[in-house]
């Protein structure tokens, strides 16, 4: 059995003004065409399909559109799962309908849940059942009986270990003996293996230190864990769980290649998934530039692409005095290229020469500067100057006793100041 495996597709996102549903309509019309030219059997979206648990009409009907198509591709099923930035029950309304389509949808996970609810079995192209899915959604720790309140970040990341593997081993359990001699493929969103905060836009648990599960709580039995959350690709627990990342980039951090991963089932449920990734192209560049607005603007003329869509923008402008018809130059700039080929500013900085000098001097460590040395530095970044008087007020404030502070606050209630 092939399965193709993608994750955080984050359908109504936006960057800044500049929506990226165009970005998403190219993106599932290749993966429509990967899974005919793939001859893929089942699909798995394991989470974040949107970016908000409250999406636009628009962002539906892509959704809505794309899976009334599947069926096109010789797709026989279609697994998704929910992420944190869904809303389950938003997910979960229309499954019934869904179901018809062979669409399997968990939008969220319940404790006291039938354990059939999160186990999907997969039908090969003959109509017999091939291999079996462990469905799990986004899981809070709260719903598996972890409690923060009275344990240090150690022990709430070893009982929240815990409890996620044993979810996983009893799902297993249950599968495998209902559908004895059958692979075993699972999913999750959570967050494995060497994640920066790049890779993810924000924590899903509680505490920090939790944030990445360790390896065991993936079982044996599952020859691929299609996994979500991390926005770029890499495996986890010898190679038996993969992140497959975001297949459009969400901010202008994500510029590695986007994948989907094919992944070959063995059939022998004690064998290995075989895991192949296939590189998304990419409907549009994200640049980054920075430089005296002179040069910016004619980088901006001469900017070309390849790319189906014209590139987005995250400009940083460095001006050495007040900023004069910013926006007009760099208009100008940008009608160099024909409406509908215009790249799009996604992003505005302006900056003072004394930032960008900052950004290439070595970072002093926090501990050994005083405040008054923070003040300055904050200063010279903003590109102010910190003047003597303002310097020694600061001093004062800082040395000012409770009294002092009592008498400020009642000469302020008072109107003095």
């Known amino acids: 059995m092939r399965i193709l495996h993608t994750s955080d597709w984050h359908l109504g996102l936006s960057l800044g003004a500049l929506s990226l549903g165009p970005d998403h309509d190219l993106f599932l019309a290749w993966l429509r065409g990967a899974l005919r030219a793939q001859v893929v059997d089942a699909l798995i979206v394991a989470g974040d399909v949107f970016d908000t648990m409250q ?43 869904l179901a018809a389509l062979q669409v399997h949808v968990v939008g969220g996970y319940e404790s006291d849940g039938p354990d059939d609810r999160y186990l999907v079995p997969l039908r090969g192209r003959g109509g017999q059942v091939e291999a079996v899915c462990v469905a799990l959604p986004y899981v809070h720790e709260f719903r598996l009986g972890v409690r923060t309140t009275e344990l240090d970040p150690a022990a709430v990341r070893a009982a929240f270990g815990a409890r996620f593997g044993a979810l996983y081993a009893r799902l297993c359990d249950v599968a495998a003996a209902r559908w004895p001699g059958l692979p075993l493929v699972g999913t999750g969103h959570l967050t494995m293996g060497p994640a920066t905060a790049d890779d993810y836009p924000q924590a899903i648990h ?163 500067l005083q405040p008054e040395e923070v003040l300055q530095q904050l200063a010279r970044y903003r590109g102010l100057s910190a003047p003597a008087p303002l310097v020694s007020a600061f001093a004062q404030l800082r040395a000012a006793s409770d009294e002092d502070w009592r008498a400020m606050l009642a000469a302020a209630q008072g109107g003095a100041l």
């Not at 794309?66 to 010789?74: H, I, M, N, R, S």
């Not at 998704?80 to 938003?90: A, E, L, Q, Y």
């Open 206 to 368: 509680q505490v920090g230190s939790i944030d990445s599960l360790p390896d065991s709580v993936v079982d044996p039995r599952l020859q691929h864990l299609a996994l979500g959350h991390i926005h770029r690709s890499y495996p986890v627990a010898d190679r038996r769980g993969w992140y497959s990342g975001t297949p459009v980039a969400t901010s202008f951090t994500e510029t590695s290649a986007r994948k989907v991963l094919l992944v070959d089932l063995d059939p022998d449920p004690a064998g290995r998934a075989t895991v192949q990734a296939l590189e998304v192209p990419r409907p549009r560049a994200l640049l980054s530039l920075s430089d005296r607005l002179p040069a910016l603007c004619a980088a901006l003329r001469g900017l070309r692409w390849a790319e189906a869509l014209p590139p987005a923008l995250a400009l940083r402008v460095v001006l050495d005095g007040p900023p004069v018809d910013l926006q007009g130059q760099l208009n100008d700039a940008l009608r160099a290229h024909p409406e509908g080929a215009r790249p799009v500013v996604a992003k505005l900085e302006v900056v003072a020469p004394a930032a960008v000098e900052a950004d290439d001097a070595p970072v002093p460590v926090l501990t050994a």
């Open 55 to 97: 999406p636009s009409a628009d962002a539906l009907a892509r959704y809505y559109r794309f899976l009334a198509q599947v069926a096109e591709t010789g797709v026989q099923q279609v697994v998704i799962v929910g992420g944190n930035h869904d809303s389950p029950s938003r997910l979960d309304a229309p499954a019934e309908v």
